[in-house]
């Protein structure tokens, strides 16, 4: 009966994470046919919500992106492995909104906020994938991801230094290499747990 109830979070967790994921991506996408010069000028997705044109679809995007990490966090059972999973789904979601938020057009006097904001989700973005591939989970295919999302991360900052220009190109793949790691270990979670009961 309990890992009926665990396989039933663990799915309506997911769901919810990938229905966050693909609005994200999905409003994104839509911010890239109001600008398409992005590629051009070699920004960030926070360009986005420096635009007038594309500004409300970045806030929504990034809204939606946070509360989803914050119902899937609630969605999952109260137990370990998945109760750190949850608090870090919990931190991560207001500071996802505040990623949303802080650009010059939307609130600006949060605007010195926005890097800050951005660097420790990155941040503690790595923190837990480096946790679920190699801590908890020590499965092959997520040290892989890992190493992707180690490499995006880099290329990110480099870009944020002005070394190279794919700073757009590093957050996205950052960003989807981080939701497949996520989303699979919370499955490989639910199916250990189903087994151990």
């Known amino acids: 009966m309990e890992s009926e109830l665990i396989r039933h979070r663990v799915k309506l967790a997911v769901r919810i ?5 693909a609005i994200f991506y999905a409003l994104l996408l839509l911010c890239f046919a109001l600008l398409p010069q992005i590629f051009i ?3 960030g997705i926070s360009y986005f919500g420096d635009n007038q044109i594309s500004r409300i679809p970045y806030l929504i995007a990034f809204f939606v992106f946070g509360l989803t990490l914050f119902v899937g966090g609630l969605a999952l059972p109260k137990k370990d492995p998945f109760k750190i999973l949850r608090f870090s789904l919990f931190v991560l979601a207001p500071i996802a909104v ?3 938020i802080s650009t010059r057009l939307i609130f600006p006097s949060l605007g010195v906020l926005h890097v800050p904001f951005s660097m420790s989700f990155f941040v503690l973005q790595f923190v837990l994938a480096f946790w679920l591939a190699l801590l908890i989970n020590q499965d092959g295919f997520n ?4 190493i992707l999302i180690f490499i995006s991360g880099i290329i990110s900052l480099l870009s944020f230094k002005n070394i190279l220009p794919y ?4 957050q996205i793949l950052y960003q989807f290499i981080f939701a497949i790691l996520l989303i699979r270990s919370i499955l490989l979670f639910g199916k250990n747990e189903g087994e151990h009961l």
Do not use: N, Q, R, T
């Open 98 to 100: 505040g990623i949303g």
């Open 167 to 170: 700073l757009l190109e590093g």
């Open 17 to 21: 994470l990938i229905f966050g994921h």
């Open 41 to 43: 000028v070699a920004h």
């Open 143 to 146: 040290k892989y991801l890992l």
